[in-house]
């Protein structure tokens, strides 16, 4: 070969030396950025210049012109992603969990310092001492005091957790636009690397980073699958929808209930809409929404993937109250942890308040039966007495004493009977299509007739006695086994345990919570290890190449300074 052609050997080992030099900088300059992929170089030989055939030979008379940085490639393994993200979207939706079950005890377990079970207690030692000493005008107050302490503390609780539940529905929104964001990302990536690879010449490692590290904080937000075309576009599907596919982001809408100002995930696409007259739409999302909460939650259905789906789980659809738990609805509220919680503590104070009015009443002389009045229609079935103002356990306007009284309605419906003249005072019923009938924490006070006066309580029999039965009734109300926390509990328990049994069920709920998420961190953690050790720089690794290269720089360029100094001396020794 003419030793003129020979210095191209040299110039192309040095251009490729300088290149591999270049990427070991690169990845030893990035070995502690996050989603960096470690890029290795791939040499090849140049075109062979062929001097001469021979069919008689073994081969062709060729000689080569020097080597050729053919391209630098990233080092991943498809599959270990594709595991790493399906394993870090369950470990983030575990890890909500958690965080929401720990927010809760927190929430039951202490009010401003104290533990609401502290109240309860207090409560319960009020009723104590009241059956000890029922006609005592301290006694009654202290009862009607600790009621009172009882209705404040128990709202403050229920408070709270609604406020928790409007903490979770802002997440819920900052990560809907975190998604929709993303997923505009993934378009731009897309179009980037597709305009540098479409020649065949380079390849946008960098820009495959920024992508692929927006695709593993996808998957912790949402149970995603993803794939590449032959173009290097990636498609992305979320709970089997497509989200970025040929070049659309179909971003996912909010839908807000006018009632709670809850959101609600769902695909546009899919839902159908009504134009209002300002031009917005209105749109029914049944059957469009993103996430179908009523499927049970389990790793083997691959329900249990993503952190947006345990914060609208967690959060609920509304406000639970007692009426959540009757037969035929609980499954509505039993996998929301919020919702769970705010219907069981409902229930509690539900139970209390109408045991200690119906005690009350019962000492007020009222009755259960069929009741004619002077229109000539007939109450059936109705607790009701006769109007009494002078009557035990009665109130000025003749209607029997409630410790707990409704704050939208009154609970007692004056009627007057078939003889045209009596007065009877209904109990009116709780309906649950009828929010302000019920004794719910949200609508329950004490009476503020018995706050300004608590000796109306009296409990002194018209004969002048103590009134012990009903006082004894009451203490015996609270020990009474007779409540379930939830339709799913067999246990009985008393008020004075129920609240005791609801914290040990949080408690509970929250240890498996936390074990799960543990045991899901270990498995995250093995297979990121396992991914590093493909994906991951190595410093040791990049200072031997770099050794290497630099060894390889200075070889081609001694090759080079031969080749002059040949040249030279041929040039010399021929007088040119």
Same mark, same amino acid.
């Given at each position: #070969? =003419?030793?003129?052609?020979?210095?191209y050997i040299?110039?192309?080992?040095?251009?490729?030396?300088?290149?591999?030099l270049n990427t070991t900088a690169?990845n030893?300059?990035?070995?502690?950025?996050?989603?960096y992929?470690?890029?290795?170089?791939?040499?090849?030989?140049r075109?062979?210049v062929?001097?001469s055939?021979? =069919?008689?030979?073994?081969?062709n008379?060729?000689t080569?012109?020097?080597?050729t940085?053919?391209?630098?490639?990233?080092?991943?393994?498809?599959?270990l992603?594709?595991?790493?993200r399906?394993?870090?979207?369950?470990s983030?939706?575990?890890e909500v969990?958690?965080?929401?079950m720990?927010?809760?005890e927190?929430?039951?377990g202490e009010?401003?310092?104290e /533990?609401f079970?502290t109240?309860?207690?207090?409560?319960w030692t009020?009723?104590?001492?009241?059956?000890k000493?029922?006609?005592?005008?301290?006694?009654?107050? #202290?009862?009607?005091?600790?009621?009172a302490?009882?209705?404040?503390r128990?709202?403050?609780?229920?408070?709270?957790?609604?406020s928790?539940?409007?903490?979770?529905?802002?997440?819920?929104?900052?990560?809907?636009?975190k998604?929709?964001k993303?997923?505009n990302?993934?378009?731009?990536?897309n179009?980037?690397i597709r305009?540098i690879?479409?020649?065949?010449?380079?390849?946008?490692?960098?820009?495959?980073?920024?992508?692929?590290?927006?695709?593993d904080?996808?998957?912790e937000?949402?149970n #995603?699958?993803?794939s590449?075309?032959r173009?290097?576009?990636?498609?992305?599907?979320?709970e089997?929808?497509?989200?970025?596919?040929d070049?659309?982001?179909?971003?996912?809408?909010?839908?807000?209930?006018?009632?709670?100002?809850?959101?609600?995930?769902f695909?546009?696409?899919d839902a159908?809409?009504?134009?209002r007259?300002d031009?917005t739409?209105?749109?029914?999302?049944?059957g469009?929404?993103?996430?179908d909460?009523?499927?049970?939650?389990?790793?083997?259905?691959?329900?249990?993937v993503g952190?947006l789906?345990?914060m609208?789980?967690?959060?609920?659809?509304?406000?639970?109250?007692y009426?959540?738990l009757?037969e035929?609805?609980y499954?509505?509220?039993?996998?929301s942890v919020? #919702?769970n919680?705010?219907?069981?503590?409902?229930?509690m104070?539900?139970?209390?308040?109408t045991?200690?009015n119906?005690?009350?009443a019962?000492?007020?002389g009222?009755?259960?039966?069929d009741?004619?009045?002077a229109d000539?229609?007939?109450? =059936?079935?109705v607790?009701?007495?006769?109007s009494d103002?002078n009557?035990?356990?009665?109130?000025?306007?003749?209607?029997?004493i409630?410790?707990f009284?409704?704050v939208?309605?009154?609970g007692?419906?004056?009627?007057?009977?078939?003889?045209?003249?009596?007065e009877?005072?209904i109990m009116?019923?709780?309906? =649950?299509?009828?929010?302000?009938s019920?004794y719910?924490?949200?609508n329950l006070?004490?009476?503020p007739?018995?706050?300004?006066e608590?000796?109306?309580?009296?409990?002194?029999?018209a004969?002048?006695?103590?009134?012990?039965?009903? /006082?004894?009734?009451?203490?015996? /109300?609270?020990?009474e086994e007779?409540y379930?926390?939830n339709?799913n509990?067999?246990?009985k328990?008393?008020f004075?345990?129920?609240?005791t049994?609801?914290?040990?069920q949080?408690?509970?709920?929250?240890?498996v919570?936390?074990?799960?998420?543990?045991?899901?961190?270990?498995?995250?953690e093995?297979t990121q290890s396992?991914?590093?050790?493909?994906?991951g720089v190595?410093?040791?690794e990049?200072?031997?190449?770099?050794?290497?290269f630099?060894?390889?720089?200075?070889?081609?360029?001694?090759y080079?300074n031969?080749?002059?100094e040949m040249?030279?001396?041929?040039?010399?020794?021929?007088g040119?």
């Open positions: #070969m =003419p030793l003129m052609g020979s210095l040299g110039s192309s080992g040095l251009q490729t030396s300088q290149n591999a690169h030893l300059s990035n070995v502690d950025t996050t989603g992929t470690r890029q290795q170089v791939q040499q090849s030989n075109a062979y062929t001097l055939t021979d =069919p008689k030979s073994i081969s008379k060729q080569g012109l020097g080597v940085y053919s391209r630098v490639k990233q080092v991943r393994d498809y599959f992603d594709k595991t790493y399906k394993e870090s979207g369950r983030m939706f575990y969990s958690t965080e929401v720990e927010e809760v927190s929430q039951l009010l401003n310092g /533990a079970q109240t309860m207690t207090d409560f009020a009723i104590q001492e009241l059956s000493d029922p006609s005592s005008s301290v006694t009654q107050g #202290m009862l009607v005091q600790r009621a302490e009882f209705v404040q128990a709202g403050a609780v229920y408070s709270g957790l609604s928790y539940q409007n903490n979770l529905n802002t997440q819920i929104k900052q990560n809907v636009d998604i929709n993303y997923g990302q993934l378009l731009t990536l179009d980037q305009a690879e479409s020649g065949g010449i380079e390849h946008a490692n960098d820009l495959r980073d920024a992508r692929n590290q927006i695709l904080e996808l998957a937000l949402t #995603m699958t993803f590449e075309d173009y290097g576009s990636v498609s992305v599907q979320i089997g929808v497509d989200f970025v596919k070049g659309t982001c179909y971003e996912i809408a909010l839908k807000t209930d006018e009632a709670t100002g809850f959101y609600t995930p695909w546009p696409q159908t809409y009504t134009v007259a031009g739409r209105d749109y029914n999302i049944d469009a929404e993103v996430f909460l009523s499927v049970e939650i389990s790793s083997d259905l691959n329900t249990d952190g789906k345990a609208l789980l967690a959060r609920g659809d509304h406000r639970a109250n009426t959540d009757a035929g609805k499954d509505g509220v039993s996998q919020v #919702m919680i705010q219907a069981e503590f409902d229930q104070i539900h139970n209390v308040v045991k200690v119906d005690i009350l019962k000492a007020a009222v009755q259960t039966g009741l004619k009045l000539g229609t007939t109450r =059936p079935n607790r009701y007495c006769v103002p009557g035990y356990m009665r109130m000025e306007d003749g209607s029997p409630q410790l009284t409704k939208t309605t009154d007692y419906e004056k009627v007057i009977g078939e003889d045209g003249v009596t009877y005072w009116k019923d709780e309906d =649950p299509k009828s929010p302000e019920l719910t924490i949200g006070q004490v009476n007739a018995l706050t300004k608590p000796s109306k309580l009296g409990f002194r029999l004969d002048g006695s103590e009134d012990k039965e009903t /006082a004894d009734a009451l203490k015996a /109300a609270f020990t007779a379930t926390l339709p509990v067999q246990k328990t008393t004075v345990d129920y609240y049994d609801l914290v040990s949080v408690s509970n709920s929250g240890y919570f936390r074990s799960i998420y543990e045991n899901q961190v270990t498995t995250v093995a396992a991914r590093e050790q493909v994906i190595s410093t040791d990049e200072l031997s190449n770099m050794i290497k630099q060894n390889a720089y200075n070889a081609s360029s001694r080079i031969v080749i002059s040249l030279d001396h041929i040039l010399s020794t021929l040119v």
